[in-house]
């Protein structure tokens, strides 16, 4: 079973980075497609980027765009989330989700196992 870890989370300035990681401490990682996704105070869960676990296709939120990267290093069963020229709009908790297989069709649904959330908080 697939056991989600997230960390990296904290408190910046706007403009500064924070690179997050997701570690699976189970055995499947190597068959999961990896996803983030981020919820603000009195928001609705939504998608921040995705990575596919075999073909490292990529897919991005518009709103992340030219600022996050997603990669993953499946050795270390770990996938990262680096986030650069930080708002304050990007405050929120963020989850690391996985989905069996290849991300075909939308790659923002069908996410099985969640972690716990990071905290991330941007001041202006």
């Known amino acids: 079973q697939v056991q989600l870890v997230e960390s990296g989370g904290g408190l910046v300035q706007a403009g500064d980075s924070l690179r997050l990681s997701c570690t699976d401490s189970?055995?499947?990682?190597?068959?999961?497609?990896i996803g983030w996704f981020r919820q603000a105070p009195g928001k609705e869960r939504e998608f921040v980027a995705a990575?596919?676990?075999?073909?490292?296709?990529?897919y991005y939120a518009d709103s992340v765009k030219g600022r996050f990267t997603i990669s993953r290093d499946n050795a270390k069963n770990t996938v990262y989330l680096q986030m650069n020229s930080l708002k304050p709009e990007d405050t929120a908790i963020y989850y690391c989700?996985?989905?069996?297989?290849?991300?075909?069709?939308?790659?923002?649904?069908?996410?099985?196992?969640w972690g716990q959330g990071t905290q991330v908080a941007v001041s202006s």
């Open positions: 990575i596919e676990w075999t073909r490292n296709k990529m």
């Open positions: 189970g055995r499947l990682f190597d068959r999961y497609s």
């Open positions: 989700g996985a989905r069996y297989g290849l991300l075909v069709g939308d790659p923002s649904e069908k996410y099985a196992y």
